[in-house]
């Protein structure tokens, strides 16, 4: 019988969830991409690789990394469902902002129970969203997949809803929210400047919108919908 989810170590849980992310972004998830995101030496990526294809959570082929089994992407989301239900519940019930919820989300997905998970689903209204517009998966692990375009694949003058913000950093998140651009979010392209210069960006609502300039690298961090 494998352990809840609650008995797995917190590096195992890391790692799972990294190699679902890898491969949500089409990555090959290698030994020394994991090795440096973890801050873990190769010779234990290579040993979690081992230990995961041991117990069929990993396909491992040497020297090309891994691919999650269907057991292994039914634990991965379960470990993405704790994470993104306690986000959210720090962020609406606790007041935490959305650039630190991450962070202390980390240290309590690998501790919380089932029937806390379940008590939290309850509280928060069953939601289907974290606060960064992330899908939360399922009790049954199947995550719902949220179609949009990345703003910086608007065109000029298309207007958009923000749909997700997907980097996790906490200073580019702080800076994202100063400029009004958190999920749900109304948002324009006015501009682009030739060689792959800033984003002219209209952001919310009349009459209070705001006009900013944003970095390709930060525009490709968020997906919208865009509007008719």
Known sequence: MQKPIQELAPRVSDCLKLIYALQERGQKVTTSLVSEQLGVSDATATMMFKEFAHVGWVEHIP???VHLTQEGELRAMEIIRHHRLLE????????????????EADRLEHVISEEFEARLDELLGFPTVDPHGDPIPSKEGVLAVRHGVLLSHMS??????????SDQDP?????????????EASVQLLSRAPFNG?????????????ECFLSVDLADTIVVTVLP
């Open 88 to 103: 959210l519940y720090l962020s609406r019930e606790l007041g935490y902002s959305w650039d630190k919820v991450h962070a």
């Open 63 to 65: 020297y090309h990394g």
């Open 198 to 210: 800033p984003l002219r960006l209209l952001v919310g609502d009349a009459p209070a919108q705001t």
């Open 171 to 183: 200073e580019k998140l702080c800076y994202l929210g100063s400029l009004g651009l958190y999920p």
């Open 156 to 165: 000029e003058g298309q207007v958009g809803q923000v749909l997700r913000v």
